[in-house]
């Protein structure tokens, strides 16, 4: 019933509801993973998709013409999960910005190529696993470059921090996930070894 | 760290929502879409990006067109500023032939006029705007623009304006024969000032010569307007307390008037209208103290106070009229008691120096000797009438015939060549204003108005008829005001006829 009421309109005025709904079949899928990667909670991310796009289209009902949408909606969407975090949170996401932001970083930290090699020696699919396990402002970076595919202007746009700033967060947030996976082997590796002696002994 | 991306990348493609979920998430976007639609004047906008193609089909049956809407509505505070508070400003000052004179006439006083809803207040303004199109003819006069085809739309605006004031009046006395009458005279009093400002206007122009610019037919049309029709019942003197009402309303406007004018008018003008404002407040004290007493006298003076009292204001509020007439010719002077006691004094006085000179001529010729012991006679007579007269209005009269019967005498004996025994004569009582009036004791007495003569210089007595009195204005025995002696010009009466 629905549809078909707002589809009579779009075939009336055929411009901005249509605009809006193609760029709901376009984003919904990419906004939902971003919101579920990100709180971890799957209900709770469709509901912020849903609150998203009706925050969107109130702005188109205010007259405002939105040339792009993806940008758009991507600010809108984190807007709502730093509500989220603030609300749920024990710790601040301010104070989670307080700990790193002032810290220009390395040389390194600041070099694409250094990035390069050390997610050269990361397993994404363990990577992927254990995002869960970052704070929300490396988790952030890591997700938007590496799931969302944003570039480093979208991003320096869309959180509202300066390149270096990015570049830094993703070196870092890499070298955690790298530890965490070689702890993670490790640990594996000292249970596999664990059970072999085990295995000897009863041999 | 390609390969990184693509193993993150991949792994991510393994969250998303189930169909059902899906579904339903857009279903309830819908509803959100439904329940907030767009504006209407959205709805009506094209898109926009249009397409092409769209854009590039001339012969498309319909074209949508984009209006300004946020900025009409921007504008319309400003737009409509203009049209509601600007222009009726400007309009306010138009006279004939200006582009806004149909504003001010038609939009602005009809506006007015319909707000207007107490029918004495709508007769006042259509005696408003009465005196409006008067004093935008004389402008036009002035400027020597004044047309024949102006001064005709003039006169008959001023027949409209009063047969609407007239209307109005008729369908008062309906309801309320007190407030119709009071109107009738409020309308007449100004008909009668604009009729006498317009003479002097007349005359004025004529005599002048600076302007071929006449106002004749408004003078006709007003004159017209002043003509009661056959038949026309002679109203009856509205009920005292209505009376008593309007007179303290008008005299607490004259008073307000007064001070509003302040340097406008130069300080003769200043004082004559004080005098005025002075001798309706006398008048209008008396009539509140014959209350209680005598209703009928009290309604006639204070009927009379209003008349005087409205012609007063027309002619302090139009600027026209008080450079086109004098003061004494609308509002003449009321002397108070102890002004016409010194006034019946010096006339005595007079008189008998007059008798005194005669009788110690002696003409040689008969006929002469024989007509001057007429006049010596008949000065006499005169004479002993006044002792006999307590009526202020009939001393006036007779006194009068005495001064003028002395001056002919004089005259006579001067013309024989006889000498001329001339002891020095009293000077006479004079306003500020050279003028004396009164009324007449009834409303169906004829009385004249009595101009004071200065024989030593020859002048010559002025007297007017005048027309019915309908009221009798009797001074205060306790005012003291103060009178004026001019020795050395003759001053003219008037009296104001109704």
């Known amino acids: 019933m629905g549809d078909q009421v707002v589809h009579s309109a779009m075939g009336a005025t055929d411009g901005h509801e249509a605009r809006f709904l193609a760029a709901y079949d376009e984003f919904n899928e990419a906004l939902f993973r971003h919101a579920k990667l990100r709180i971890s909670n799957h209900e709770r991310a469709i509901d912020l998709v849903h609150d998203t796009y009706t925050k969107v289209w109130s702005y188109v009902r205010q007259g405002y013409e939105i040339q792009t949408f993806r940008p758009f909606l991507y600010k809108v969407l984190n807007n709502l999960i730093i509500d989220e975090y603030r609300k749920k949170k024990d710790q601040s996401l301010d104070a989670l910005l307080e700990q790193e932001g002032v810290d220009e970083g390395s040389f390194d930290e600041l070099s694409e190529s250094s990035a390069e090699a050390l997610a050269a020696t990361i397993d994404g699919r363990k990577a992927f696993e254990l995002l869960e396990e970052l704070p929300d402002v490396y988790r952030e970076v890591i997700i938007l470059k590496f799931v969302d595919g944003l570039g480093p202007k979208e991003m320096s746009e869309l959180i509202e921090e300066k390149e270096n700033v990015i570049s830094v967060r993703i070196h870092r947030a890499l070298k955690i996930l790298r530890h965490k996976i070689e702890a993670q082997d490790e640990l594996a590796d000292e249970k596999r070894k664990s059970a072999a002696r085990k295995r000897n002994a009863t041999k | ?498």
């Open chain 2, 1 to 498: 760290m390609k390969r990184f991306s693509e193993q993150l990348h991949k792994k991510s493609q393994t969250v998303k929502l189930k169909k059902a979920e899906q579904a339903d998430l857009r279903d309830r976007i819908v509803s959100y879409m439904e329940y907030h639609p767009l504006p209407a004047e959205m709805k009506a906008a094209t898109a926009p990006t249009k397409s092409p193609t769209r854009q590039s089909l001339p012969l498309e049956a319909f074209a949508t067109y984009k209006l300004p809407f946020a900025q009409m509505f921007k504008f319309g505070g400003a737009c409509a500023a203009i049209v509601l508070v600007v222009i009726p400003f400007v309009a306010e000052r138009a006279v004939p032939g200006d582009t806004l004179y149909a504003v001010k006439v038609n939009i602005n006083e009809e506006v007015r006029s319909t707000l207007t809803l107490d029918p004495y207040e709508k007769v006042e303004w259509e005696a408003v705007r009465l005196n409006r199109r008067i004093a935008e003819a004389r402008l036009l006069a002035d400027a020597g623009l004044l047309t024949p085809a102006a001064e005709a739309e003039v006169a008959q605006a001023v027949k409209m304006h009063t047969a609407n004031a007239k209307a109005e009046i008729e369908l008062m006395r309906l309801s309320d024969a007190d407030d119709a009458a009071i109107a009738e005279l409020s309308l007449d009093s100004t008909l009668t000032v604009q009729a006498h400002a317009l003479a002097g206007s007349v005359l004025s122009a004529d005599v002048n010569a600076t302007t071929s610019a006449r106002t004749d037919l408004i003078a006709i049309a007003i004159g017209e307007s002043l003509e009661k029709p056959a038949g026309h019942a002679t109203a009856t003197l509205p009920a005292l307390p209505k009376l008593v009402a309007r007179v303290e309303q008008g005299t607490t406007r004259l008073r307000e008037l007064e001070a509003s004018l302040g340097t406008e008018i130069d300080s003769i003008t200043t004082v004559d209208v004080t005098r005025r404002i002075e001798d309706i407040e006398r008048a209008a004290a008396e009539g509140f103290a014959l209350t209680q007493d005598a209703e009928t006298q009290a309604q006639e003076i204070l009927f009379d106070v209003l008349r005087r009292t409205q012609k007063l204001i027309v002619f302090m509020t139009e600027l026209q009229v008080r450079e086109s007439v004098a003061i004494e010719t609308v509002v003449p002077v009321v002397l108070t008691l102890d002004e016409r006691n010194v006034n019946r004094a010096t006339r005595i006085t007079q008189i008998d120096t007059y008798l005194n000179r005669l009788n110690a001529t002696d003409l040689e010729d008969a006929a002469l000797a024989e007509k001057l012991a007429e006049i010596i006679d008949r000065l006499q007579s005169v004479r002993t009438e006044i002792n006999a007269t307590e009526d202020y209005v009939a001393f006036m009269i007779l006194s009068s015939e005495g001064l003028a019967l002395g001056k002919d005498a004089t005259l006579l004996v001067e013309q024989s060549g006889a000498p001329v025994v001339v002891p020095p004569l009293v000077d006479d009582v004079a306003t500020s204003t050279d003028a004396i009036t009164d009324t007449a004791s009834s409303s169906a007495t004829t009385t004249d108005a009595v101009a004071d003569v200065e024989p030593e210089v020859g002048a010559v007595a002025e007297i007017e008829d005048t027309t019915q009195m309908q009221a009798v204005v009797i001074p205060e025995p306790s005012a003291t005001t103060t009178v004026d002696a001019a020795p050395a010009t003759t001053s003219a009466s008037s009296t104001e006829s109704q």
